[in-house]
């Protein structure tokens, strides 16, 4: 609808679809959901793009300038709606909010908010930042893209590059969100991750998205969706990496994430996307050896020099642990000061569990008292009452 209308008139798209599901929600909930869903939403804000069309000149003021058919109420309006065209147009849709002229922050949340359905909230969970920061970083992004008349179309070859950091970028977020959501009380929401996994896919079929990096990134996002069914049990409960059924991890996921990691290899560039999907191979591999978390372990120390984040460091500190031993991992732990986050707590009791019972329960109190989610705090007093049963918490 944007790419009809043009990127300056991109409230107007954002209306059309957004009545249509409305009329959708109305409608279904009276009649029944129709035989084919999809078509009857193509359909209807097909129809309510060409009334838009039709009846914008009495708008001249406001709409004018967005007629790209002068002509619009005296012939038929095409819209091409074919599955082939939205999936052309959702890659151009990308690149075009990947645009230099709005900063690479404001780039991935657009990207979040317009071509991945997030709301305001998660993508303020997923910056860590403020709903009201993420409104107007919203809104002046948007106001840049109608002010540039910025088309949605593939940039030429020699931009590609520029733009595609920010691409991946915006699909690792939407599937770390999709993988561990706090904003939605949900640990899992696998339509966040198959959708980012499916816009990836599409960079892997276009020549010059092609890259050593694309891939690699699918390559983790397969490794980690391997898992899906493990990670939770049958009453809904997060099932901790230790306790997993392999027997439950997908093997063709598993083989098609070794499969782009080794298409990733192509050429010198080692990003981040490959050290990622390097740790998530080895979390494949059920075997608790000193081999496995040697290699996680210097894969994480590669991955702290190339990019430095506090998930990352928190991460390398419990891979210290089963490769060397949970002492040293202390001492590592303590000086990373993470006050503010839940896990960094519930690792320092696994650390001190064996060694020292008032501070592994201190650690689980501060764990508890900090997480977000309902699910979290479940697992952590799941975790006092199995290691510390009879332990009242203060």
């Known amino acids: 609808m944007t790419k009809l209308f043009g990127m300056e008139y991109l409230h107007a798209a954002e209306d059309i679809v957004?009545?249509?599901?409305?009329?959708?929600?109305?409608?279904?909930?009276?009649?029944?959901?129709?035989?084919?869903?999809?078509?009857?939403?193509y359909s209807v804000s097909k129809n309510k793009a060409i009334d838009f069309l039709r009846h914008s000149k009495l708008f001249n003021a406001k709409v004018a300038p967005a007629l790209k058919y002068a002509q619009?109420?005296?012939?038929?309006?095409?819209?091409?709606l074919s599955n082939e065209n939205i999936r052309d147009t959702q890659l151009q849709m990308m690149f075009a909010i990947c645009h230099p002229a709005i900063s690479p922050v404001a780039q991935i949340g657009l990207s979040l908010n317009l071509l991945c359905g997030f709301g305001v909230e998660e993508i303020a969970d997923a910056f860590l930042t403020n709903k009201e920061t993420i409104y107007k970083r919203l809104k002046r992004a948007k106001e840049k893209l109608r002010a540039g008349k910025v088309k949605i179309e593939m940039p030429p070859p020699a931009e590609i590059d520029s733009r595609l950091d920010t691409v991946l970028t915006t699909l690792y977020l939407l599937f770390s969100e999709?993988?561990?959501?706090?904003s939605q009380n949900t640990t899992l929401r696998k339509d966040f991750c198959l959708e980012a996994m499916r816009l990836n896919l599409m960079l892997l079929e276009y020549q010059h998205t092609n890259t050593p990096a694309a891939n690699a990134l699918l390559s983790l996002m397969c490794f980690?969706?391997?898992?899906?069914?493990?990670?939770?049990?049958?009453?809904?409960e997060i099932v901790l990496y230790e306790e997993q059924d392999e027997k439950l991890w997908n093997k063709e996921l598993i083989a098609k994430g070794e499969y782009y990691l080794n298409q990733a290899s192509r050429g010198k560039q080692v990003t981040k996307y490959h050290l990622e999907a390097a740790i998530a191979y080895w979390h494949t591999q059920k075997e608790d050896s000193v081999n496995k978390w040697e290699n996680i372990l210097q894969l994480y120390n590669r991955?702290?020099?190339?990019?430095y984040s506090p998930i990352a460091a928190l991460n390398r500190t419990y891979a210290l642990s089963k490769a060397n031993s949970k002492?040293?991992?202390?001492?590592?732990?303590?000086?990373?000061?993470?006050?503010?986050?839940h896990l960094y707590y519930s690792l320092l009791a696994h650390l001190y569990m064996d060694s020292n019972k008032a501070k592994s329960i201190e650690n689980l109190e501060h764990a508890l008292r900090l997480a977000k989610t309902e699910q979290d705090r479940r697992v952590i007093t799941q975790s006092i009452a199995k290691h510390f049963p009879g332990t009242s918490l203060h």
């Not at 957004?18 to 939403?41: C, H, M, R, V, Y």
């Not at 109420?73 to 091409?80: K, V």
């Not at 991955?303 to 990019?307: D, P, S, V």
Request: hydrophobic residues 40%; proline residues 4%; charged residues 25%.
């Open 18 to 41: 957004s009545d249509t599901f409305l009329q959708a929600a109305e409608t279904w909930g009276l009649k029944g959901i129709p035989q084919n869903p999809t078509a009857w939403l």
């Open 72 to 80: 619009a109420a005296m012939h038929p309006i095409e819209i091409d």
């Open 178 to 182: 999709g993988y561990y959501s706090t």
């Open 224 to 236: 980690h969706s391997s898992r899906f069914d493990a990670r939770i049990d049958k009453n809904g």
């Open 303 to 307: 991955l702290l020099q190339l990019e």
């Open 327 to 341: 002492q040293e991992a202390i001492i590592e732990a303590e000086k990373l000061q993470l006050k503010h986050s």
